[in-house]
């Protein structure tokens, strides 16, 4: 793997003074004899660096992100951040399931980036490449100090995410809120547990889901949900999303964005083959509706999204900008820290 030579995902734009991230020796290598993370490995590693810049052309309504894991053991067949594994030599497929990198100084890292003079108190998101509460999260408990990190500089911060281990933190967010702008939103593309089954095979049920949206609403934390991916011919039937939408409401969620499937390379070959397999018969429609990119035709999300938004009014909650819960902070123009590992965003 190219642990020595990995500089960032975006051309040579932010990276640490020596061009790595991280040292091959700064690299272990673990397994662990027990069910739940039976046929994963962890590389464990010492970032240099965990305050990502995103991207100036892109259209998110923050400018830095923390990803304390690469890939993600929730394996959903869609997730355009399996493209980033390649960087490290690893499978794009079952590898980015199943090879999760772990940067174990995450929080003393981001302590130390928050004290810097240079930094000015941006808004951080997070979830925004992989899912910060996936499995690996139970055993490393990275979490937790990153909150309290961002909660003793009052910085405002934002979480997405699929998982349901974000309750364990539930006092830290109560006390981050009382000292700064909190936002989570939770991603439930759909309430099909078939089509959960097959396409979201390692994360928590979307009931379970919902359940989060409700207990963080109880305890004084508006929490938004992300409805993502809306799936092509799977699951953007009017009786479907009317059951979605539905099912989010009845969760007291603060709002509902839809967001239709998009097919970034990496994902696009996973999720195709992933189709193939189980419902051969869209294998055509896909390749005509995706004809022209990533992204399905504007037609298409239009459609979707003034469904979903006529639904939301029906039961009476609102649409929002795409995962935002929060009011971001203005960025300031001064200089920024320059090692930086550039993020690819990717909504869960």
């Known amino acids: 793997m190219r642990w020595e030579n ?35 490995t962890f590389h464990e590693v010492r970032a240099r660096s965990i305050l990502n810049r995103v991207p100036g052309a892109s259209r998110m309504p923050f400018e830095w992100t923390v990803n304390p894991y690469r890939g993600c053991s929730h394996a959903c067949v869609y997730c355009f951040a399996r493209k980033t594994h390649s960087y490290l030599d690893l499978d794009t497929g079952l590898g980015f399931d199943s090879q999760i990198v772990v940067k174990v100084n995450a929080p003393e890292v981001l302590r130390r980036q928050l004290a810097s003079p240079r930094w000015g108190g941006e808004h951080v998101a997070m979830g925004t490449n992989v899912d910060c509460y996936q499995r690996a999260e139970g055993r490393y408990r990275l979490m937790p100090g990153i909150i309290d990190a961002l909660t003793e500089r009052a910085n405002p911060f934002s979480i997405l995410t699929k998982g349901t281990l974000i309750l364990r933190d539930l006092d830290r967010l109560v006390r981050a809120a009382e000292v700064t702008d909190v936002g989570i939103s939770v991603s439930v593309g759909f309430t099909d547990t078939g089509l959960w089954r097959t396409v979201e095979p390692g994360t928590p049920a979307p009931e379970r889901r919902l359940d989060v949206v409700r207990t963080l609403g109880e305890h004084g934390i508006g929490c938004a949900v992300l409805m993502a991916p809306v799936i092509p011919f799977l699951s953007d039937q009017p009786g479907q999303l009317r059951d979605t939408v539905r099912a989010i409401a009845e969760s007291g969620a603060t709002s509902v964005t839809p ?34 990119g990533a992204y399905a035709p504007t037609w298409y999300q239009r459609r979707v999204t003034r469904q979903v938004h006529e639904l939301a ?36």
Do not use: K, N
Not at 12 to 38: C, N, S
Not at 266 to 292: D, I, K, N
């Open 6 to 40: 990995l500089t960032d995902e975006s051309g040579g734009h932010g990276r640490t003074p020596d061009g790595a991230l991280f040292g091959a020796d700064a690299v272990v290598t673990r397994t662990f004899d027990t069910p739940e993370f039976a046929g994963i």
């Open 259 to 292: 967001l239709v499937l998009h097919l970034r390379p990496g994902a696009r070959e996973w999720f195709m083959s992933w189709l193939g397999e189980h419902h051969p018969h869209l294998v055509t429609r896909y390749q005509r509706l995706y004809a022209g």
């Open 313 to 348: 009014r029906e039961y009476g909650i609102g649409p929002t900008r795409a995962g935002v819960t929060r009011r971001v902070r203005p960025a300031r123009t001064d200089e920024r820290p320059a090692e930086q590992e550039p993020t690819q965003l990717t909504l869960m």
